[in-house]
C-alpha cells in the first residue's frame, strides 16, 4: 500500500518575537493509503502543527513531509493551494459553514474553486448530502441545523471533491457524546467503502482508542505510533482543545 503522508525528521520552529518556539521536535511517521487513525495530545503538544503539515497549511523548518508523494517544501503557495484543494478535505470543530448560504451551496464550494461546471457542481452536492443523510436539508441555512447536522454538512463538503485523505480537527469537540458517536461511526462508514484516508486530530483519548492506529505526541515528539484495536470504544464527550 503506497503511503499518502510522509513526515521524515520534521523540525518546527516559531519565532515569537525574541523568542523561538519548537512546535515539533524531529517528528517521523508514514501514514497508508485507506489507513484510519488519529494523531493524540494535550494542548501544546504539537498535534495541530502535525495538521499543518498534513493539509499543507505549513511548511517545515526542516525535515521533510511528503503528500501524496509530493514535498511540500518544494512547491509554491499556488502548487499548495493545488494539491490541499485536490487531496484533502477538511473538517474542523466549528464547521467552518458561511451562514448566507444554504446546505447546498456549502457543499458546492470547494468544487466551485477547482472550475467544476456548475449543473455537476450541484449533482455532487447532492449525492454527497444524499450520503451523510441530509437531502431533506439542501435548502435550508447553517442557523436551522442541530450541532450534527452542521457536522455532516462540514463532512459533505470535506468529501465532495472525492480527496484521498480526510483531515478532521477535534470533528466531535463540540458535540454531545450520542451525536459524536454518530459522527465517528460517519467517518468508519467513509473509510471502509471508499478507501479515504481518515486523519483525527484530536486531546480525547476515548477518540484515540476508537481507531485502528493511534499516534500519541507530547511535547513536539511522536511518544507511541502503536496500533489499537479499533474495536469500537465510545468517545467520550469533548470540551476543549
Known sequence: MENVVELSNVVKTYI?????????????????????LSIMGPSGSGKS????????????????????????AKMNEKELAVLRNKTVGFVFQQYHLIPAMNVVENVMLPLKYQRVEKSLRYEKA??????????????HRPHELSGGQKQRVAIARAMVTSPKILLADEPTGALDTKTGAQVMEMFRKINSEQGTTIIIVTHDPGIGASTKRCIRILDGQIVDGAATTGAGAVPTSQGGN
Not at 515569537?16 to 484510519?36: D, K, P, T
Not at 444524499?130 to 439542501?138: F, T, W
Open 16 to 36: 515569537m518575537g525574541e523568542n523561538q518556539v519548537q512546535a515539533l521536535r524531529g517528528v517521523s511517521f508514514a501514514i497508508e493509503q485507506g489507513e484510519f
Open 49 to 72: 502543527t502535525c495538521m499543518n503539515m498534513i493539509g499543507c497549511l505549513d511548511r517545515p523548518t526542516s525535515g521533510i513531509v511528503k503528500i501524496n508523494g509530493k514535498e511540500t
Open 126 to 139: 447532492c449525492a454527497a448530502l444524499e450520503a451523510v443523510g441530509l437531502a431533506d436539508r439542501m435548502n
